[in-house]
């Protein structure tokens, strides 16, 4: 005759007790990974040693760093808030996020300003971005292949903004751009000037391309184009 229990064979309790212990384990070490930020600040080991940017194009890494003013008695688990505000007061910087690396790293990770057009003065040629911001780049030091504007514009920064994330194609054609009149402006392209309106929606420059094409075809050769009138593209003709 057999006999049956309702306890557990033996070999079936050791590994529930193995894994209940890695289960505290597990809460154990979590608690002292939330806890580090507090008790961690006064360990050597978590001073900052490096600070890595990363995402430049045309800000110097070693100028951004700089922003941030710590030196190697500042703890990686200081507040990092304050630094991506300092780091987002480099006029090149538009927007930075920083997080940490252990033992002793902070990534700085930033968007820049980019160009959009230089502006001359009489010291030489300053660089603009879309907001009409002032940047921080030498084009004698830093090559960069941007329109033209007379003077400070912000209308026409912002156009070429928008032309520059809609329509790259076309921005890069654009060398020169010249105000006529209070809402009019001329794109000289490398092949045509281009009259429009400083809000002419995007969509209008699709239409452009497909004049362009078709007065190639013809072998036309126009002085301009005019994208000012509603549905319609002027070409004007020698």
């Known amino acids: 005759?057999?006999?049956?229990?309702?306890?557990?064979?033996?070999?079936?309790?050791?590994?529930?007790?193995?894994?209940?212990?890695?289960?505290?384990?597990?809460?154990?070490?979590?608690?002292v990974l939330l806890a580090t930020p507090w008790w961690g600040r006064t360990l050597a080991v978590f001073r900052v040693q490096r600070v890595e940017v990363r995402g430049t194009r045309?800000?110097?890494?070693?100028?951004?760093?700089?922003?941030?003013?710590?030196?190697?008695?500042?703890?990686i688990w200081g507040a990092l808030d304050s630094l991506e505000q300092r780091a987002q007061r480099h006029p090149q910087v538009r927007r930075a996020r920083i997080s940490r690396r252990l033992p002793a790293t902070l990534v700085v990770t930033v968007e820049e300003n980019l160009p959009i057009a230089l502006v001359p003065s009489k010291s030489g040629f300053r660089t603009y971005d879309d907001s009409g911001r002032v940047l921080p780049l030498d084009p004698s030091r830093i090559?960069?292949?941007?329109?033209?504007?007379?003077?400070?514009?912000?209308?026409?920064?912002?156009?070429?903004?928008?032309?520059?994330?809609?329509?790259?194609?076309?921005?890069?054609?654009?060398?020169?751009v010249r105000r006529r009149g209070k809402d009019e402006v001329v794109l000289e392209l490398l092949q045509v000037p281009v009259r429009v309106m400083t809000d002419v929606s995007m969509e209008r420059f699709l239409e452009l391309s497909s004049v362009e094409?078709?007065?190639?075809?013809?072998?036309?050769?126009?002085v301009e184009l005019d994208l000012r009138f509603k549905d319609q593209v002027i070409a004007r003709l020698p």
Do not use: C, H, N
Not at 5 to 16: E, T
Not at 213 to 222: I, M, S
């Open 143 to 176: 090559p960069v292949d941007l329109p033209i504007v007379a003077r400070p514009d912000t209308a026409i920064f912002r156009l070429l903004g928008d032309i520059k994330a809609e329509q790259p194609a076309l921005y890069a054609r654009i060398s020169e």
């Open 58 to 75: 045309f800000a110097r890494p070693a100028d951004v760093a700089a922003r941030l003013r710590i030196d190697t008695t500042y703890s």
């Open 1 to 31: 005759m057999s006999l049956a229990s309702d306890q557990p064979p033996a070999d079936a309790v050791r590994p529930r007790r193995r894994i209940g212990w890695w289960v505290v384990g597990a809460a154990v070490l979590a608690i």
């Open 213 to 222: 094409a078709d007065l190639e075809r013809r072998r036309l050769r126009p």
